[in-house]
């Protein structure tokens, strides 16, 4: 049963990530998920020195909330480029001197899916 | 037969020691409290031998609390990011009382006699006031300006005459809530203070109240013994022209360091802390360090000033001497130094390195460190002589 499921996954992934416009599709295309030490250490990053200002919980705080009811239908290019440049006008600060592009990405993508 | 009478003495004296021994006998003035963040528990520390007295949990998410203590220094109130209102027992070390009470806070003061806990809340913004045995709700004041649009409120602190100053944020206003009749608050408002007040201080006297601004730079300072004069600009303009670096995390202005005619305070976006002259209120010199400033606290003497600095700085603390407004020492205490506080007459400093999941505890006249203590993700530090102190 396991296996099988395995094996379907592998054969739908394809489909996905041809299809352009999906947004997980797309930023899987264009992404390198971190290795699994600089992961830990994002996670910790974004819980803790992100969390300081859009709560721990990403329910919000001086910054908007980041739960992935909150950022379900923001475009993930848009987010990325906020977490690299920040928002002007806003205290949102550029974190690009801390984060490749992909990691910006890889962080969206973990976000809009509640995986922090 | 006079023995079987004994037995049953025998069991109320262990059952009297019993109820001693869960409420221990002993003052609370060396006791204090660790917030640990991300698991939503306190540490109850005491400072005399430099210990853990215990865990409580269940205090809800933690992010950037902070307490205030009651007047008999036995309770804690711990503002949680959440909403939630927690009453914490130091002695007993148990949670007395929880209210969620509003969706998202950022703080609380206590009022002068005690008997007023009042919290400032983002969602939806304003404070609401609660009775300090209690935690019924007693007052509550919406943060709606003019134009009928909720701001965030900051910088809450407790004036005497049972008064509650505070700020909004997107508003930029400073609110006076008058509370000696707690069911009829009289809000005096203050408009046009300036663009987006982030947090705010009150001088240990209760006199002066100073909201930092985000949005430009300079300081909105109201003289609560001259209240007609309204809320002055104090620093306007200050390092106009200058860039300004990206904020990774705003200062704290709770700990602003009044030395007796100086106030140190961190300058937003820059490598500064600077010194103000507290009869002119005009900038009298910057103090170049080690990144941006988040807390800046004075040693109880007032003679040294301790510095923490934002992330990605934050593994650093730095000491500046202030009557030579030289730096004279820097620590690397560890990853991600949160806060400091000072023992109650500050022969002792604790830090909070949350990244590391300890507390450092250093000399502070040595600066040699005399022992460490295991916590989870430590943030605020806080000793039970702030009962005593207006605005902490």
Not at chain 2, 12 to 18: D, H, I, S, V
Not at chain 2, 94 to 117: D, E, F, P, Y
Not at chain 2, 232 to 251: C, T, W
Not at chain 2, 329 to 344: D, I, N, Q, R, S
């Amino acid at each position: 049963m396991g296996t099988k499921s395995a094996n379907l996954f592998w054969i739908v992934l394809p489909l996905f990530l041809a299809v352009p416009g999906l947004s997980w599709g797309e930023s899987a295309r264009n992404i390198t998920a971190p290795a699994s030490e600089r992961q830990a250490e994002l996670a910790n990053l974004v819980r803790q020195d992100c969390g300081s200002c859009h709560g721990l919980h990403f329910e919000g705080g001086l910054g908007v909330p980041l739960t992935p009811a909150a950022l379900k239908d923001k475009p993930a290019e848009s987010l990325r480029d906020a977490i690299l440049f920040g928002r002007s006008g806003t205290t949102m600060p550029p974190w690009k001197p801390f984060l490749t592009e992909d990691e910006a990405s890889w962080i969206v993508h973990m976000l809009q899916k509640g995986l922090f | 037969m006079r023995y079987f009478l004994l037995i049953p003495l025998f069991h109320m004296l262990f059952a009297l020691g019993g109820c001693a021994s869960t409420v221990p006998q002993r003052g609370t003035g060396d006791l204090g409290v660790v917030i640990e963040r991300a698991t939503g528990s306190i540490q109850v520390v005491e400072t005399t031998h430099r210990t853990s007295l215990g865990q409580i949990t269940g205090l809800g998410d933690l992010s950037h609390a902070s307490l205030n203590y009651s007047r008999d220094a036995r309770y804690a109130y711990v503002f949680g990011r959440d909403g939630g209102l927690t009453k914490v027992d130091l002695l007993e070390m148990r949670i007395v009382k929880r209210v969620m009470q509003s969706g998202n806070s950022i703080g609380g003061a206590i009022s002068q006699n005690g008997r007023l806990i009042a919290v400032a809340n983002y969602t939806p913004g304003g404070i609401k006031v609660f009775d300090a045995e209690t935690l019924d709700l007693v007052a509550d004041i919406p943060a709606i300006d003019q134009s009928g649009k909720s701001s965030k409120v900051i910088g809450l602190v407790d004036v005497p005459g049972n008064r509650f100053v505070f700020s909004l944020f997107e508003a930029g206003e400073i609110w006076m809530a008058d509370l000696r009749t707690p069911s009829k608050p009289v809000v005096t408002k203050f408009r046009n203070i300036g663009k987006e007040p982030y947090d705010a201080m009150i001088t240990a006297d209760g006199r002066y109240y100073l909201a930092g601004l985000f949005g430009e730079d300079g300081l909105a300072l109201l003289d609560l013994w001259d209240m007609n004069a309204g809320v002055k600009r104090v620093l306007n303009g200050y390092g106009k022209g200058e860039q300004k670096l990206p904020v990774y995390k705003m200062p704290h202005l709770e700990g602003w360091a009044a030395t007796g005619n100086e106030l140190l305070v961190p300058a937003v976006g820059r490598h500064e802390v600077l010194v103000i002259d507290q009869n002119k209120w005009n900038e009298v010199g910057r103090i170049p360090v080690h990144g941006q400033p988040v807390f800046v606290v004075a040693r109880p003497d007032n003679r040294q000033v301790w510095v923490n600095f934002a992330f990605p700085d934050n593994d650093t603390v730095q000491v500046i001497d202030v009557k030579s407004r030289e730096i004279v020492k820097t620590l690397k205490p560890g990853k991600a130094v949160m806060h400091l506080e000072f023992t109650p007459r500050g022969e002792h400093i604790w830090l909070s390195a949350r990244d590391e999941n300890r507390v450092s505890i250093y000399d502070a006249e040595t600066f040699i460190k005399l022992g460490e203590l295991p916590a989870e993700k430590p943030s605020g530090i806080f000793f039970t002589h702030r009962a005593h102190r207006t605005g902490l």
